[in-house]
């Protein structure tokens, strides 16, 4: 099932398009990286899809139904971080939560403070007290927006840059909690600038560069293998000489060889008594597919 | 959202705050009043006041008209202006609008927890104003041979009479009070500042004032807002002179009308980008 579809989704504002025909697809169960430069589209993108902003043109289905015109039933099910946390800062995380939770429809009073509880618990802010948002660290106030987010026990999580603001334990925790809810059957869209985050969570990538959609792709597919092994020696001369034919490149004591199968190029060196530091199969980072896509769009 | 708005209204210390800072004027007239023993002359300053030093029952009406042109409807314009835009400002809009929270029924909340803010700081400023005018000011009623109180053209009012027609005025200073939350409320869903909001009803609340004082601006005085707001003066006369109340109703809820239309027409298909 389609989590989340658009199709030839635009935004202008005056002259300025800001999105340009992105056609979005998030499946059921993904953990999709949405990636892009500051200014790229992305954040009014994430607007649109929850029906904050309206597109110009194009079509926006959140769920199976079409958004915003469906905002009513299909908001109750998604929970989200737009452009950092946001609470009004005299009251406390807690009341923040419980009122938040009372604003909305269908909204039981029984348990109320049970759900403000687990949420808080699940991010990590279990322990806090009555003080004020105001006084709130930069992580907790991040903290206690995820757990607004995940007040409703969501299908879908919209995330923009869940780890703003966090320490490195931190962004852990955060990864892990994703990773679980995504395991317990949660679709998740993470908007990040963290490269090696999104490497680290997500299945599936969109690149958004100056409003266009560049690149959408199983993140295992672009961070695939590259057909090339890495083999790092003291003696590359020698080991030049035993795969001739198949040596790409020759960078100091690393050689970049064309093969896959790396067992039997291991064993060919060292029966040879070539002597072996490492050897393993050169994947693509996402840094070097998010650059590719963006500059080969940039020069299109 | 609308039970979340008023709970907010009525735990905030500065709604609160505010109402104490209204009330306190009033309060302070009262006790001037009842110590100099000075009152103005019939025919000058605000309504009423130069009745109260006999019959401290009208003080409520007099306290009424010393806080609605200009100090009630500056609290009004700061609450209306700050409601959308200080959400907004405070970037817990999107969060409402995500909970979700309708956009037609988040502006319909926010009036409400407006409106109740004036009926609070009205019925406020009225009962401590009969709890001052009963305790310090005069007692006797000005015709002497009737009990009751006397209508500001000299014939009597029963206590009954008098106790509806001060309820009515309540209600049209009220209704005064949701012409100029509409036009805040308006200006709140156009800016992204609460202040700036506050300040643009402010300025017509100023601009309107203004003009009225001005002869060349006769063709433009019925349609000014704030023209006929002591109209309410009018419903103590005997018998009571409509003229003037009934435009009053009408022009306030033109008021109400337009500006409530233009911010809902406004905000419903706002892109919210902050």
Redesign the interface.
């Known amino acids: 099932m389609k989590v989340i579809r658009t199709e030839g989704l635009t935004k202008r504002f005056g002259r300025i398009t800001a999105v340009d025909g992105v056609g979005l697809d998030v499946r059921e169960g993904d953990v999709f990286g949405f990636l892009g430069a500051n200014g790229s589209g992305k954040t009014?993108t994430v607007?649109m899809l929850?029906?904050?902003?309206?597109p110009t043109s194009g079509t926006v289905e959140v769920l199976g139904e079409p958004m915003p015109a469906r905002?009513?039933s299909v908001?109750?099910q998604?929970g989200?971080l737009?452009?950092?946390?946001?609470?009004?800062?005299h009251l406390s995380g807690r009341r923040h939560l419980a009122?938040?939770d009372?604003?909305?429809?269908g909204s039981r009073r029984t348990g109320r403070a049970g759900r403000v509880d687990d949420a808080l618990e699940q991010v990590g802010l279990g322990g806090v007290d009555r003080r004020p948002v105001r006084t709130y660290s930069l992580g907790m106030r991040q903290r206690l927006g995820l757990a607004?987010a995940l007040m409703r026990r969501p299908r879908l999580l919209v995330l923009d840059e869940p780890t703003n603001g966090l320490d490195p334990a931190g962004i852990q925790e955060i990864r892990r909690l994703l990773l679980d809810l995504n395991a317990a059957g949660t679709t998740v869209l993470v908007s990040s600038h963290l490269l090696s985050e999104i490497e680290r969570t997500c299945t599936r990538v969109g690149v958004l560069h100056a409003g266009r959609l560049v690149l959408q792709d199983d993140l295992a597919s672009v961070c695939g293998p590259t057909g090339l092994l890495v083999v790092d020696t003291p003696d590359p001369h020698l080991a030049a000489r035993l795969l001739v034919g198949r040596v790409e490149a020759v960078d100091g004591e690393r050689l970049l060889v064309r093969d896959q199968d790396a067992a039997s190029v291991n064993a060919a060196l060292v029966g040879a008594g070539v002597p072996v530091r490492s050897l393993h199969a050169q994947r693509r980072s996402l840094e070097d597919v998010v650059l590719d896509a963006t500059s080969r769009q940039a020069i299109a | 959202m609308i039970r979340v708005e008023l709970v907010s209204l009525l735990r905030s210390r500065r709604t609160w705050a505010t109402i104490a800072l209204v009330d306190a004027l009033p309060v302070i007239v009262a006790v001037l009043l009842a110590v100099t023993d000075l009152g103005p002359r019939p025919g000058t300053g605000p309504a009423f006041l130069s009745a109260v030093l006999t019959d401290g029952t009208l003080y409520p009406l007099a306290a009424l008209a010393i806080v609605l042109p200009l100090f009630l409807p500056i609290a009004v314009a700061v609450f209306a202006g700050e409601a959308i835009a200080g959400e907004a400002q405070q970037g817990t809009l999107r969060y409402l609008l995500l909970r979700p929270v309708g956009r037609t029924h988040l502006l319909i909340a926010k009036l409400v927890g407006v409106m109740a803010f004036v009926v609070l700081t009205v019925l406020v400023v009225a009962a401590t104003a009969y709890l001052l005018g009963i305790g310090l000011l005069g007692h006797q009623s000005v015709t002497a041979s009737a009990p009751g109180t006397a209508s500001v053209s000299g014939t009597s009012l029963s206590t009954p009479e008098l106790v509806a027609r001060t309820f009515a005025a309540l209600g049209y200073a009220m209704l005064c009070m949701l012409g100029v939350a509409s036009v805040a409320l308006f200006a709140s869903t156009l800016v992204r500042s609460p202040l700036a909001a506050a300040m643009g009803a402010l300025a017509l609340l100023v601009g309107s004032t203004l003009l009225l004082t001005l002869d060349a601006a006769d063709p433009l005085k019925p349609y000014l807002l704030t023209r006929y707001w002591l109209a309410f003066v009018d419903l103590f006369r005997d018998p009571i002179l409509w003229h003037d109340l009934v435009r009053g109703v009408l022009l306030q809820l033109g008021y109400v009308v337009v500006f409530l239309g233009a911010a809902w027409a406004n905000f419903a298909t706002k892109d919210i980008s902050d």
């Open positions: 009014t607007r929850l029906g904050l902003v309206l905002r009513a908001l109750p998604v989200a737009v452009e950092g946390p946001a609470a009004p800062p009122l938040l009372a604003a909305g429809p607004a």
